[in-house]
């Protein structure tokens, strides 16, 4: 099997994000964060060894709410990248494009992320350690 280096040698793997309309309708334990900057409140817990992210709208406005109203769920795939400007511009090669430049999200302790788009994979963040 061949392996693809999109994002840098690197690159790991991080977590899946999901959609939804209610994280406390889920798990209503679960540690809420909210994040205005992306306009959506997130809650991680880990599904089989897997860490997902559940992410909800913050309103109307919101970059999930037109996803649930299709009844999209899957949102997108994260990766953890030691130097995200690196990480970008190696995706750009690779056929992805960045439609949201790293900026400092709440849900990481002001770490930054960045947004990728690809035809083929989707939606993809890039998380900075």
Known sequence: MKN???????A???????C???????DDELSITVDNAQKVKVGFFQMNGV???LVEPLSESSPVT???????????VCFRVDDIED???????NGFHCIVKPVPASAFDGRRIAWLFNRVFGLVELLET
């Open 51 to 53: 860490k997902v992210e």
């Open 20 to 26: 939804v309309g209610s994280i406390s309708d889920f």
């Open 12 to 18: 790991t793997f991080d977590h899946f994000g999901y």
């Open 87 to 93: 990480s970008i511009a190696l995706a750009r090669k």
């Open 66 to 76: 037109k996803m649930l109203e299709k009844g999209q769920n899957i949102y997108h």
């Open 4 to 10: 693809r280096i999109f994002f840098g040698d690197a």
